[in-house]
Each structure stands twice: as structure tokens, then as C-alpha cells.
């Protein structure tokens, strides 16, 4: 697999306390990266340095496989566009004069894509208004297309959701699928709104007090939040032979327990386990949330 | 730098706080000559008598006004956070800081041009006699033209150390709180060889005693010189100061 970025023990000390404490991710090309961590877990610290807003005090990161110590870096950020916290915006300028200014910024020889992205993200229609008029969601979709101004192969989001209404968010959501899709633009969203960012993500990585807790897909976070069936046997040998007769999905955890991924009848089971001198002491319906499988990897307490 | 120069000079020249503070510099220009008028009526006198006023001024109430608008204009990339574009975009911290000062260059040339333009075409309209050593007086200019890009400089170190528009606020504290102090100094002690070089790097010195634009500096290269220096060291320590500065 290829990535895009990768960090490796990334540390970020401010005095004596530590936002970043060893942190290592790896973002695949082409995925929309959920970045899931409580507030202060150190999710915009990690962003920050990827921007060059802040220096690293430890490890390294690599970003399109340029080392965050090589000079060459500035040029792979100029890959990355990013909506650090709020988006970067002149209030007494139109939604047009803003992206005017990121093309110079950029040295862009002309104007002419500003029509397109303005259209892309749906503010072709706001003329001479000017940005401190926008609402929340027009200044989020306005920093999304500023973010995009260069062609960017990846995207950085910081909180994109944060205080949108029901429709800003569908809104949101809906640019950002189109363009990993159409544009095959990588994302990085951070969020601690989890049910939100299960809408989007590809990639998941979990993080809290400064480090990577758990790295996985999509696939594999479905996998262990699906619904099964926990039941508890005084042979799991037997219980597995039973399983694989009646062809169903099944995870052995110990000795006694194990989780089956579908909903057998009981009596049928029981009987069946009976045959094999096995007996079921007790069953129950499993669904892991998404929070819940998140507390589960982080714990209860506050990082703040 | 260029790409920076290109998207920052065209904001700065629709900014409607550098038309506002032109406004004021025009009115200033005009009223340091017509004050001199209500005092003299005569025309020969006139030039050095508002010269010597225009000098307190521009020694005083000039480089705050024109740092401060510099500050104004570059603190709302911090509070706009437009500052973090620029990193993303991969431009350097030196080439940002570099742009920075071509800005500050650019605002005080205009508000310097603006105000003497508007002071000479004011004695000119009143038909106030002209001195006939020009070369002088526009030496003198250029120093304290030096001068206030020295502290425009030491604005921009202080941007860097506390990037908000409070910081205009600041400068103009310091620049007046240490202005009757020095002033003293240079006017007890102005023959001692320490206060001669001070007045080569702090304008209070240069224009102490009954300094007008007609007065010969005295190695005025030499002057120069001592103000690009401390300039350069200003943007050595900003430039120092910025690479090492954590943003938000």
C-alpha cells in the first residue's frame, strides 16, 4: 500500500506537557483518513506540524516521502491544502477575492479555475457578499475550495463539522466524497464526532494522549463493531465443529467464549452442543457503537 | 517572495485603513505649514520655521503612525489565519518574513511620499519661498526616511514576537515613553561621544537642539550607514525569532 503520509514516534513537547508522545500513523493513498481522538487527544498538534505551522521536538514525519527535516518538504506541502480549526478567510473580501489571493499566493498564471471551484463547492451564486456575511457553512465550503485552490492531491480538515446544522454537515459530507472520489483526493478528517466521520472514512486512526492507539480500515472497524451473539460453552472445541457444520462466522475468544456473527436459533444450538457433550452456560446480543468501540480503546477519562 | 508580494501589495492597496491613515497624512502635511502661517507672515522665514515643526513631528508622531498601520495591516493575516495558508503552502518562514518587510517599505514610502508632497505643495499654494540649498534638505529626508524604516523594522521584530494589532499600541508607548528621557539626555550630554553615536541610530538624537531641514548633517553616509546596521540586526533577530515561533 502506499502513503501519502507517515510519521514515526512524532513528539511535541510545550513545556512539560506533551501533546505528541511518540506518534505513528501511516495514511494510505487515495483513503479519507478519520483522525478520532477526544478533544486535546493532540489531533490539530499533529496537523499543525504537517502544515509547518509548528516544528516537531522528536521523531519525524514523511509527507509524499520527503522527511519533515529535508528542505524539499515545502514543496510536497504545496500537494497539501488544509482548514486548520477555522477556515483561513479576509472577512471584508468576496468568496472570488479570497480565492484571488490564494492564486497569487500560489503564483498561478490565471483566474480561470475560480469559477469552477466556486461552482464546486457551491458559492457561485454569492457575488459581491462579503465573507464575514457567510454563514458557518459557506465559510467551511469556502476554505474547502481556498484548500484547493492549487490542485491538491490531499486535504487536511481540521473539525470540518464542527457547529454546522444538520443541512451544512450533508453538505459537507457530500463535497468531501465527491472529491475523493472524482478527484481521487486523499482526506484527512479529524473529528470526535464519530458517527459523522463513520459516513466518510476509509481509514480510521484512533488516538489519545498524543499517540496512535489503534490503526485500521473501514472494513476491519466494521468487523469488530457488527453485531454477534457472545456466548459462553464449556468446550469451545466443540462449539467451533458445530459452527463450521451450520456454516456460520464465528470468533473464538478463551476456552469458554466466543462470538458468533449471526443469530442462530438457540434451541437448535443448545441441542446441537448437547450432541457434542458440550453445554451453553449463557448467551447474549452484542453491538459494539462506534463510541463505544472508541472508549473501549481509549478508556473513560478526559485528556484535559 | 514574489508570489507573496504579488497577493499582499494589491490587498494592502485596497485596504480602506491605508486610505484612512493617507487622509490623516495629507491633513498633517498640509497643517505643519499652515500652523506656521498663523504665527509669520514672512515668507522667507516660513520654510525653516515648518521644517523645524514638521522635524518634531515626523521624529515623534511619524514612525508610530506608519509602524502602527504596517502592524494593523499584518496582524489581520494572523487574526484572519490566512498566516497558515501561506505555510501550508510551502512558502519559507524567511521568504514570508522578507515579504513582510517589502510591505512595511511599501506603506511608509507612500504615507512619506503623501505627506511631502502634501507639505511642499502646501508652501508652494501659499507662496512660501523655497530654500535654495535643496540638496540639504532632501539629505535630510532620506535620513529620517532611514530612520523610520529602522523603526518600522523594530516594529516588524515585534510583530513577530506578539503578532496582534494591540502591538501598534505598544510601539507608540515605547517610542513616546523613551522619547522625553532621551530627548534630556541628548540635550545635557549631546557633546559626549557615546550621545554622538546615539544620535546617529536614534532619531531623537539627530533631531535634538533646533534641527530643521536646512540644518548640514554632519557625515550623513556615516549616519546611514549605523541605521542599515541596527536595521539589519532587527531583521536578523525577527528572522531568528519567526523560524523558531510556534503558530496556531
Given at each position: 500500500?502506499?502513503?501519502?503520509?507517515?510519521?514515526?514516534?512524532?513528539?511535541?513537547?510545550?513545556?512539560?506537557?506533551?501533546?505528541?508522545?511518540?506518534?505513528?500513523?501511516?495514511?494510505?493513498?487515495?483513503?479519507?483518513?478519520?483522525?478520532?481522538?477526544?478533544?486535546?487527544?493532540?489531533?490539530?498538534?499533529?496537523?499543525?506540524?504537517?502544515?509547518?505551522?509548528?516544528?516537531?521536538?522528536?521523531?519525524?514525519?514523511?509527507?509524499?516521502?520527503?522527511?519533515?527535516?529535508?528542505?524539499?518538504?515545502?514543496?510536497?506541502?504545496?500537494?497539501?491544502?488544509?482548514?486548520?480549526?477555522?477556515?483561513?478567510?479576509?472577512?471584508?473580501?468576496?468568496?472570488?477575492?479570497?480565492?484571488?489571493?490564494?492564486?497569487?499566493?500560489?503564483?498561478?498564471?490565471?483566474?480561470?479555475?475560480?469559477?469552477?471551484?466556486?461552482?464546486?463547492?457551491?458559492?457561485?451564486?454569492?457575488?459581491?457578499?462579503?465573507?464575514?456575511?457567510?454563514?458557518?457553512?459557506?465559510?467551511?465550503?469556502?476554505?474547502?475550495?481556498?484548500?484547493?485552490?492549487?490542485?491538491?492531491?490531499?486535504?487536511?480538515?481540521?473539525?470540518?463539522?464542527?457547529?454546522?446544522?444538520?443541512?451544512?454537515?450533508?453538505?459537507?459530507?457530500?463535497?468531501?466524497?465527491?472529491?475523493?472520489?472524482?478527484?481521487?483526493?486523499?482526506?484527512?478528517?479529524?473529528?470526535?464526532?464519530?458517527?459523522?466521520?463513520?459516513?466518510?472514512?476509509?481509514?480510521?486512526?484512533?488516538?489519545?494522549?498524543?499517540?496512535?492507539?489503534?490503526?485500521?480500515?473501514?472494513?476491519?472497524?466494521?468487523?469488530?463493531?457488527?453485531?454477534?451473539?457472545?456466548?459462553?460453552?464449556?468446550?469451545?472445541?466443540?462449539?467451533?465443529?458445530?459452527?463450521?457444520?451450520?456454516?456460520?462466522?464465528?470468533?473464538?475468544?478463551?476456552?469458554?467464549?466466543?462470538?458468533?456473527?449471526?443469530?442462530?436459533?438457540?434451541?437448535?444450538?443448545?441441542?446441537?452442543?448437547?450432541?457434542?457433550?458440550?453445554?451453553?452456560?449463557?448467551?447474549?446480543?452484542?453491538?459494539?457503537?462506534?463510541?463505544?468501540?472508541?472508549?473501549?480503546?481509549?478508556?473513560?477519562?478526559?485528556?484535559? | 517572495?514574489?508570489?507573496?508580494?504579488?497577493?499582499?501589495?494589491?490587498?494592502?492597496?485596497?485596504?480602506?485603513i491605508?486610505?484612512?491613515a493617507?487622509?490623516?497624512?495629507?491633513?498633517?502635511?498640509?497643517?505643519?505649514?499652515?500652523?506656521?502661517?498663523?504665527?509669520?507672515?514672512?515668507?522667507?522665514?516660513?520654510?525653516?520655521?515648518?521644517?523645524?515643526?514638521?522635524?518634531?513631528?515626523?521624529?515623534?508622531?511619524?514612525p508610530v503612525f506608519s509602524g502602527g498601520l504596517s502592524i494593523i495591516l499584518i496582524a489581520a493575516e494572523f487574526s484572519?489565519?490566512?498566516?497558515?495558508?501561506?505555510?501550508?503552502?510551502?512558502?519559507?518562514?524567511?521568504?514570508?518574513?522578507?515579504?513582510w518587510?517589502?510591505l512595511y517599505?511599501?506603506t511608509?514610502?507612500?504615507?512619506?511620499?503623501?505627506?511631502?508632497?502634501?507639505?511642499?505643495?502646501?508652501?508652494?499654494?501659499?507662496?512660501?519661498?523655497?530654500?535654495?540649498?535643496?540638496?540639504?534638505?532632501?539629505?535630510?529626508?532620506?535620513?529620517?526616511?532611514?530612520?523610520?524604516?529602522?523603526f518600522q523594522l523594530f516594529c516588524l521584530l515585534m510583530t513577530c514576537i506578539y503578532p496582534d494589532a494591540k502591538m501598534a499600541v505598544i510601539c507608540y508607548?515605547l517610542?513616546?515613553?523613551?522619547?522625553?528621557?532621551?530627548?534630556?539626555?541628548?540635550?545635557?550630554?549631546?557633546?559626549?561621544?557615546?550621545?554622538?553615536?546615539?544620535?546617529?541610530?536614534?532619531?531623537?538624537?539627530?533631531?535634538?537642539?533646533?534641527?530643521?531641514?536646512?540644518?548640514?548633517?554632519?557625515?550623513?553616509?556615516?549616519?546611514?550607514?549605523?541605521?542599515?546596521?541596527?536595521?539589519?540586526?532587527?531583521?536578523?533577530?525577527?528572522?531568528?525569532?519567526?523560524?523558531?515561533?510556534?503558530?496556531?
Amino acid at each position: 500500500m502506499e502513503y501519502v503520509l507517515k510519521t514515526k514516534d512524532l513528539c511535541k513537547h510545550y513545556k512539560d506537557f506533551k501533546a505528541l508522545d511518540g506518534l505513528t500513523m501511516n495514511v494510505p493513498k487515495g483513503s479519507i483518513y478519520g483522525f478520532v481522538g477526544r478533544n486535546g487527544a493532540g489531533k490539530t498538534t499533529l496537523i499543525r506540524l504537517v502544515c509547518g505551522l509548528q516544528m516537531p521536538t522528536g521523531g519525524e514525519f514523511e509527507l509524499y516521502g520527503v522527511k519533515c527535516s529535508d528542505k524539499a518538504i515545502n514543496e510536497s506541502r504545496r500537494r497539501v491544502g488544509a482548514v486548520v480549526e477555522s477556515p483561513s478567510l479576509y472577512p471584508d473580501m468576496t468568496a472570488e477575492d479570497n480565492l484571488r489571493y490564494q492564486y497569487r499566493l500560489l503564483g498561478m498564471p490565471d483566474y480561470s479555475g475560480i469559477d469552477e471551484l466556486l461552482k464546486l463547492v457551491g458559492l457561485d451564486k454569492t457575488g459581491k457578499k462579503k465573507v464575514k456575511n457567510f454563514s458557518l457553512g459557506m465559510r467551511q465550503r469556502l476554505g474547502i475550495a481556498i484548500a484547493l485552490c492549487g490542485d491538491q492531491d490531499m486535504l487536511i480538515l481540521d473539525e470540518p463539522i464542527n457547529g454546522l446544522d444538520p443541512q451544512g454537515i450533508i453538505e459537507i459530507r457530500e463535497l468531501i466524497i465527491k472529491l475523493n472520489r472524482e478527484r481521487k483526493i486523499t482526506f484527512i478528517i479529524s473529528s470526535h464526532i464519530l458517527d459523522e466521520l463513520s459516513k466518510l472514512a476509509t481509514h480510521y486512526g484512533f488516538i489519545d494522549r498524543g499517540r496512535i492507539v489503534r490503526e485500521m480500515s473501514a472494513e476491519e472497524l466494521e468487523a469488530a463493531c457488527r453485531k454477534s451473539l457472545r456466548a459462553e460453552v464449556t468446550d469451545t472445541a466443540a462449539l467451533a465443529m458445530v459452527l463450521d457444520k451450520r456454516g456460520e462466522e464465528y470468533t473464538i475468544i478463551d476456552d469458554t467464549h466466543a462470538e458468533i456473527y449471526a443469530r442462530p436459533n438457540i434451541s437448535d444450538l443448545v441441542f446441537e452442543l448437547a450432541e457434542e457433550n458440550c453445554k451453553l452456560s449463557s448467551c447474549s446480543e452484542r453491538e459494539e457503537t462506534l463510541e463505544g468501540y472508541f472508549i473501549s480503546l481509549v478508556g473513560g477519562d478526559s485528556n484535559e | 517572495m514574489n508570489k507573496l508580494m504579488s497577493a499582499d501589495i494589491p490587498r494592502i492597496i485596497k485596504s480602506k485603513i491605508l486610505y484612512a491613515a493617507l487622509l490623516f497624512t495629507v491633513f498633517l502635511g498640509a497643517a505643519s505649514v499652515l500652523v506656521v502661517f498663523t504665527e509669520t507672515d514672512d515668507k522667507a522665514a516660513i520654510f525653516a520655521v515648518a521644517s523645524n515643526d514638521m522635524v518634531m513631528f515626523l521624529s515623534t508622531l511619524f514612525p508610530v503612525f506608519s509602524g502602527g498601520l504596517s502592524i494593523i495591516l499584518i496582524a489581520a493575516e494572523f487574526s484572519s489565519g490566512v498566516i497558515r495558508n501561506k505555510f501550508i503552502m510551502g512558502h519559507s518562514r524567511t521568504s514570508i518574513l522578507l515579504s513582510w518587510c517589502a510591505l512595511y517599505s511599501v506603506t511608509t514610502i507612500i504615507t512619506f511620499v503623501v505627506y511631502f508632497a502634501t507639505f511642499f505643495l502646501t508652501l508652494i499654494i501659499k507662496g512660501a519661498v523655497l530654500p535654495d540649498d535643496m540638496g540639504t534638505v532632501f539629505t535630510n529626508i532620506g535620513i529620517i526616511f532611514l530612520f523610520t524604516m529602522k523603526f518600522q523594522l523594530f516594529c516588524l521584530l515585534m510583530t513577530c514576537i506578539y503578532p496582534d494589532a494591540k502591538m501598534a499600541v505598544i510601539c507608540y508607548l515605547l517610542n513616546n515613553l523613551t522619547m522625553v528621557p532621551l530627548l534630556l539626555m541628548f540635550m545635557n550630554n549631546g557633546d559626549s561621544t557615546l550621545m554622538k553615536f546615539l544620535a546617529r541610530i536614534l532619531i531623537f538624537g539627530y533631531t535634538a537642539g533646533d534641527y530643521t531641514l536646512l540644518t548640514k548633517p554632519d557625515k550623513p553616509w556615516l549616519t546611514a550607514i549605523c541605521i542599515i546596521t541596527l536595521s539589519a540586526v532587527y531583521m536578523i533577530l525577527a528572522n531568528a525569532y519567526f523560524k523558531r515561533k510556534d503558530l496556531k
